[in-house]
């Protein structure tokens, strides 16, 4: 069994560049997303043959950690990134975002001047994430046209479930509604609008102080 290392044991100047090839920006900018965000896990460092340092991590496919992630493997000599390989469709190469987050990963563990890996942090030591978008193509919508289904279900026979919005903004008062407010009798709005007392003017026309429709009176 191979001997565990630290990260002292890892070249002091490691960094992307040492990797064969020259990663494009897409792949810098998914690589830097699951360095930062905590989709590494479990990495570790072992002493491999020839001084070279071997590591082994996994690299979730969200957030969510519900999959058994991909798993990445390489080894750091003293100029170069060798052997990298990764379990997902473009890790074969080694040439994939996973295997330059991993490299990301210790870098920025060299650059703080930590001697060995960190542990895993606990979910409640990371910052929330629930409010960052997951991708360009998902906006917003008015909660009136929503529909609540479960995704990619598009053979179910029962209608899916959609939002029942009741729109309450105020709208224009016309002249024809004030006249049956007034014509109303025998009514609990009535007997209101005919209490005794002095009366006020009023959006509704001339209406009794206290009456629950002088609230109505202008602030003019």
């Given at each position: 069994?191979?001997?565990?290392?630290?990260?002292?044991?890892?070249?002091?100047?490691?960094?992307?560049?040492?990797?064969?090839?020259?990663?494009?920006?897409?792949?810098?900018?998914?690589?830097?997303?699951?360095?930062?965000?905590?989709?590494?896990?479990?990495?570790?460092?072992?002493?491999?043959?020839?001084?070279?340092?071997?590591?082994?991590?996994?690299?979730?496919?969200?957030?969510?950690?519900?999959?058994?992630?991909?798993?990445?493997?390489?080894?750091?000599?003293?100029?170069?990134?060798?052997?990298?390989?990764?379990?997902?469709?473009?890790?074969?190469?080694?040439?994939?975002?996973?295997?330059?987050?991993?490299?990301?990963?210790?870098?920025?563990?060299?650059?703080?001047?930590?001697?060995?890996?960190?542990?895993?942090?606990?979910?409640?030591?990371?910052?929330?994430?629930?409010?960052?978008?997951?991708?360009?193509?998902?906006?917003?919508?008015?909660?009136?046209?929503?529909?609540?289904?479960?995704?990619?279900?598009?053979?179910?026979?029962?209608?899916?479930?959609?939002?029942?919005?009741?729109?309450?903004?105020?709208?224009?008062?016309?002249?024809?509604?004030?006249?049956?407010?007034?014509?109303?009798?025998?009514?609990?709005?009535?007997?209101?609008?005919?209490?005794?007392?002095?009366t006020v003017f009023t959006d509704f026309g001339s209406q009794y102080l206290g009456s629950a429709l002088s609230y109505q009176v202008s602030l003019e």
């Amino acid at each position: 069994m191979a001997d565990a290392a630290s990260l002292k044991d890892v070249p002091s100047d490691f960094g992307e560049y040492f990797l064969p090839y020259k990663p494009c920006l897409r792949q810098r900018i998914q690589a830097r997303k699951f360095s930062n965000e905590s989709y590494i896990s479990k990495l570790q460092l072992f002493h491999g043959r020839d001084g070279d340092i071997d590591v082994k991590s996994v690299v979730f496919r969200s957030q969510r950690k519900n999959d058994d992630g991909h798993m990445v493997n390489m080894s750091i000599g003293r100029s170069c990134v060798s052997n990298a390989i990764c379990s997902c469709k473009a890790g074969a190469s080694g040439e994939c975002a996973h295997v330059l987050a991993v490299i990301l990963k210790i870098t920025d563990w060299i650059l703080n001047d930590l001697k060995e890996i960190p542990l895993q942090p606990a979910c409640t030591s990371l910052p929330q994430q629930w409010d960052r978008p997951r991708g360009v193509c998902i906006k917003g919508e008015p909660l009136s046209t929503m529909v609540i289904s479960k995704p990619g279900n598009t053979s179910q026979k029962k209608r899916p479930i959609t939002a029942d919005f009741e729109d309450t903004r105020k709208i224009q008062l016309l002249q024809s509604d004030i006249k049956t407010l007034q014509s109303l009798t025998g009514c609990p709005l009535s007997y209101l609008a005919h209490m005794p007392g002095h009366t006020v003017f009023t959006d509704f026309g001339s209406q009794y102080l206290g009456s629950a429709l002088s609230y109505q009176v202008s602030l003019e």
